[in-house]
T-cell receptor, first 118, second 116 residues
Framework: GAVVSQHPSRVICKSGTSVKIECRSLDFQATTMFWYRQFPKQSLMLMATSNEGSKATYEQGVEKDKFLINHASLTLSTLTVTSAHPEDSSFYIC??????????????FGPGTRLLVL | AQKITQTQPGMFVQEKEAVTLDCTYDTSDQSYGLFWYKQPSSGEMIFLIYQGSYDEQNATEGRYSLNFQKARKSANLVISASQLGDSAMYFCAMREATSGTYKYIFGTGTRLKVLA
């Protein structure tokens, strides 16, 4: 149980185009999903917290107009990188919380999406 | 200020031996959770073990155990009987409540290399 999928796993796009990344919880309903960004050899940086049916909460320094997040259902959240530029190239990972007692919720991660902007 | 500190950027361990990966944390919350994740070269984040702040017993999951010392604010991961497949990055993380919501904060990671 607690499987999270992410699609696509790898994407290469031209500068100026938009890229959509999907995150799905396959065997559970996730009220909260998280989007992270990871640069090579670095830790995960939380970009935003996505709650189903409401606007995402973005971390300081993350442009909400650049990284559009939609949490349309309890099993799907999408991240759209708009007008992508080479500096947006990174590893994007989503996670979903498996509901439990408040402080015990464990998050499970998708396999990640490697984005390369040319 | 760094909330999760992993002071070992890299560690080596001989196959079949035990290894301890250090993690210290900083929080003023009473309720929080501590997690360890493994990230192999493929990039996926694999959940290993969880420790709740109110849990009195140290968490164990197979070959993984968490040495939780609340007063010292440390949550070290112990891997027993290391295997070659344990070579990966290991991240310590803390879940804490912030302004009515919660978030997970990750340490900088420790790269573990198991030697044959």
């Amino acid at each position: 149980g607690a499987v999270v999928s992410q699609h696509p796993s790898r994407v290469i796009c031209k500068s100026g185009t938009s890229v959509k990344i999907e995150c799905r919880s396959l065997d559970f309903q996730a009220t909260t999903m998280f989007w992270y960004r990871q640069f090579p050899k670095q830790s995960l940086m939380l970009m935003a917290t996505s709650n189903e049916g409401s606007k995402a909460t973005y971390e300081q320094g993350v442009e909400k107009d650049k990284f559009l997040i939609n949490h349309a259902s309890l099993t799907l959240s999408t991240l759209t990188v708009t007008s992508a530029h080479p500096e947006d190239s990174s590893f994007y990972i989503c996670s979903a919380s498996l509901p439990g007692q408040a402080y015990q919720e464990t998050q499970y991660f998708g396999p990640g999406t490697r984005l390369l902007v040319l | 200020a760094q909330k999760i500190t992993q002071t070992q950027p890299g560690m080596f361990v001989q196959e079949k031996e035990a290894v301890t990966l250090d993690c210290t944390y900083d929080t003023s919350d009473q309720s929080y959770g501590l997690f360890w994740y493994k990230q192999p070269s493929s990039g996926e984040m694999i959940f290993l073990i969880y420790q709740g702040s109110y849990d009195e017993q140290n968490a164990t999951e197979g070959r993984y155990s968490l040495n939780f010392q609340k007063a010292r604010k440390s949550a070290n991961l112990v891997i027993s009987a290391s295997q070659l497949g344990d070579s990966a990055m290991y991240f310590c993380a803390m879940r804490e409540a912030t302004s009515g919501t919660y978030k997970y904060i990750f340490g900088t990671g420790t790269r573990l290399k198991v030697l044959a």
